[in-house]
């Protein structure tokens, strides 16, 4: 009986290959890859590249000559897939570790996010370089309007993009008015962010004279940037909410505008906040157009509508286009990598708080 066993998973696991077998590829192609690069220059990305081809090669290969050439086209195609996510996971993770190294030193750094650059100048740089003393100054101004003036863009864009596509996928039907909007939207996702800054100061120009710059001006300039991007997320995932849930609540009576709030709007409410998520994140990084409409400070403004405003991206960019001491731009480096640091964090934060309300508003499942 045990002889019958054996000869019938033989005959099943025939051209067939092992199950270890990509890491027998993995492993020759690593020696072999190092062999090759130690020839030419060692380098570890290098190394990666080479090792990723020769492992493409022999994987395909042995499954051709074991398993036929259906089998290797799927390897092939496996392998490519593969590849391409690593290709496109590369730049994310050099970002990432690039930052960390970089931006640690100055995140701990006391002080760094409770003080501001009020009265730090390049004398206290040299002393840090020169005699060991400590950093001073931090980004508490630029962190606090950068809170500022994207919560202030936050609460004019989604009310305006959320309106707008609830109009066009309930009330719309391809009406002239539906097809402009749709048509503007367009438009207005491509438009760079500093025609936004300057439509922007233009603006208040019009109405409240030259040289206005505020964080709220901002705030308008970066609602530009984001009322798009709320409006065409909103919009689909509006669409993709099944009509039989709006017509089982038009035939209990129940009006449209409750259906809205009621059936379409608690069931699309993960993909409207990933939406708004991005958008948040497409403008909090934005320093052109707060540049021109906000300016640079280094001291505190609580009052987003009077004065000028730093926010993070302005300071990472004074700081490292005009160091604090030319001479020494260390300490202004240490800054700047410690914001962008910051920056990551607040992008990150805002990911997990898409979620929790995705998952606390999220239509209700079973019994």
Same mark, same amino acid.
């Given at each position: 009986?045990?002889?019958?066993?054996?000869? /019938?998973?033989?005959?099943?696991?025939?051209?067939?290959?092992? /199950?270890?077998?990509?890491?027998?590829?993995?492993?020759?192609?690593?020696?072999?890859?190092?062999?090759?690069?130690?020839?030419?220059?060692?380098?570890?990305?290098?190394? =990666?590249?080479?090792?990723?081809?020769?492992?493409?090669?022999?994987?395909?290969?042995?499954?051709?000559?074991?398993?036929?050439?259906?089998?290797? /086209?799927?390897?092939?195609?496996?392998?490519?897939?593969?590849?391409?996510?690593?290709?496109?996971?590369?730049?994310?993770?050099?970002? *990432?570790?690039?930052?960390?190294?970089?931006?640690? &030193?100055?995140? *701990?750094?006391?002080?760094?996010?409770?003080?501001?650059?009020?009265?730090?100048?390049?004398?206290?740089?040299?002393?840090?370089?020169?005699?060991?003393?400590?950093?001073? =100054?931090?980004?508490?101004?630029?962190?606090?309007?950068?809170?500022?003036?994207?919560?202030?863009?936050?609460?004019? !864009?989604?009310?305006?993009?959320?309106?707008? !596509?609830?109009?066009?996928?309930?009330?719309? %039907?391809?009406?002239?008015?539906?097809?402009?909007?749709?048509?503007?939207?367009?438009? $207005?996702?491509?438009?760079?962010?500093?025609?936004?800054?300057?439509?922007?100061?233009?603006?208040?120009?019009?109405?409240?004279?030259?040289?206005?710059?505020?964080?709220?001006?901002?705030?308008?300039?970066?609602?530009?940037? $984001?009322?798009?991007?709320?409006?065409?997320?909103?919009?689909?995932?509006?669409?993709?909410?099944?009509?039989?849930?709006?017509?089982?609540?038009?035939?209990?009576?129940?009006? /449209?505008?409750?259906?809205?709030?009621?059936?379409?709007?608690?069931?699309?409410?993960?993909?409207?906040?990933?939406?708004?998520?991005?958008?948040?994140?497409?403008?909090?990084?934005?320093?052109?157009?707060?540049?021109?409409?906000?300016?640079?400070?280094?001291?505190? %403004?609580?009052?987003?509508?009077?004065?000028?405003?730093?926010?993070?991206?302005?300071?990472?960019?004074?700081?490292?286009?005009?160091?604090?001491? &030319?001479?020494?731009?260390?300490?202004?480096?240490?800054?700047?990598?410690?914001?962008?640091?910051?920056?990551?964090?607040?992008?990150?934060?805002? %990911?997990?708080?898409?979620?929790?309300?995705?998952?606390?508003?999220?239509?209700?499942?079973?019994?």
């Amino acid at each position: 009986m045990s002889a019958t066993v054996v000869r /019938k998973r033989s005959a099943l696991t025939k051209g067939q290959l092992p /199950k270890f077998a990509p890491y027998i590829v993995l492993a020759v192609a690593l020696i072999v890859g190092a062999a090759i690069l130690a020839l030419i220059g060692f380098n570890a990305f290098g190394w =990666g590249i080479v090792s990723a081809i020769l492992f493409a090669v022999g994987l395909v290969s042995w499954s051709g000559a074991v398993e036929g050439a259906r089998k290797a /086209k799927d390897k092939l195609a496996t392998c490519l897939v593969v590849g391409a996510f690593l290709i496109a996971l590369l730049p994310l993770i050099s970002v *990432i570790v690039t930052v960390l190294v970089n931006g640690i &030193p100055g995140l *701990i750094t006391p002080g760094f996010l409770g003080t501001s650059m009020n009265g730090v100048t390049g004398a206290y740089d040299n002393k840090a370089v020169e005699e060991g003393a400590p950093v001073l =100054g931090g980004i508490y101004h630029a962190l606090l309007g950068t809170i500022q003036i994207t919560l202030l863009a936050t609460v004019i !864009s989604v009310p305006v993009g959320l309106l707008t !596509s609830i109009y066009l996928v309930e009330y719309g %039907n391809d009406r002239p008015l539906a097809r402009a909007i749709t048509f503007f939207v367009d438009v $207005m996702t491509g438009i760079p962010s500093i025609v936004a800054g300057l439509f922007a100061a233009a603006f208040f120009f019009a109405i409240v004279g030259p040289g206005t710059k505020t964080g709220a001006v901002a705030a308008v300039a970066l609602s530009v940037l $984001m009322i798009p991007v709320v409006v065409r997320s909103s919009e689909e995932m509006l669409k993709i909410v099944p009509n039989e849930l709006r017509e089982a609540s038009y035939a209990l009576g129940v009006r /449209k505008w409750r259906t809205i709030t009621k059936v379409v709007i608690p069931t699309a409410i993960s993909g409207i906040a990933s939406g708004v998520t991005l958008a948040i994140a497409r403008v909090i990084g934005e320093t052109a157009p707060i540049l021109v409409t906000a300016g640079f400070a280094t001291t505190i %403004n609580n009052n987003v509508f009077g004065g000028w405003m730093a926010s993070l991206p302005t300071f990472i960019y004074t700081q490292i286009l005009n160091p604090t001491s &030319p001479s020494n731009p260390g300490p202004s480096d240490q800054r700047a990598w410690g914001a962008a640091l910051v920056l990551i964090i607040l992008v990150m934060l805002l %990911n997990l708080g898409a979620r929790l309300i995705a998952r606390l508003f999220a239509p209700k499942t079973g019994r």
